[in-house]
Nanobody
Framework: QVQLVESGGGLVQPGGSLRLSCAASGNRFSINAMGWYRQAPGKERELVAVITRVGNTNYADSVKGRFTISRDNGRNTVDLQMNSLKPEDTAVYYC??????????WGQGTRVTVSS
């Protein structure tokens, strides 16, 4: 089993920045990819960004050039640096991990609100 704990959400004005962090514990050596999803009110959960253990990344088109995902395999953390935030980025952000065996894990979510 793997446990994921997120931190770093909050309220920010449009154009501002936030950094989300996620720490993995438990059988963390079974983890391949880690990433972030988000779910806005009334919408389905969507992929924001993902990074593999070797550092390959993929981003949603809506966040390319504004968000950066990074990972520290030694500390078992994954961060999401979010710049130039827009009101449409408002959502609950979930940390996600997928294992080599096909298992998937989710954090409890952290709320990000972009509003003036």
């Amino acid at each position: 089993q793997v446990q994921l704990v997120e931190s770093g959400g909050g309220l920010v004005q449009p154009g501002g920045s936030l950094r989300l962090s996620c720490a993995a514990s438990g059988n963390r050596f079974s983890i391949n990819a880690m990433g972030w999803y988000r779910q806005a009110p009334g919408k389905e959960r969507e992929l924001v960004a993902v990074i593999t253990r070797v550092g390959n990344t993929n981003y949603a088109d809506s966040v390319k050039g504004r968000f950066t995902i990074s990972r520290d395999n030694g500390r078992n953390t994954v961060d999401l640096q979010m710049n130039s935030l827009k009101p449409e980025d408002t959502a609950v952000y979930y940390c996600h991990a997928s294992g080599y065996s096909g298992n998937t894990y989710w954090g409890q979510g952290t709320r990000v609100t972009v509003s003036s």
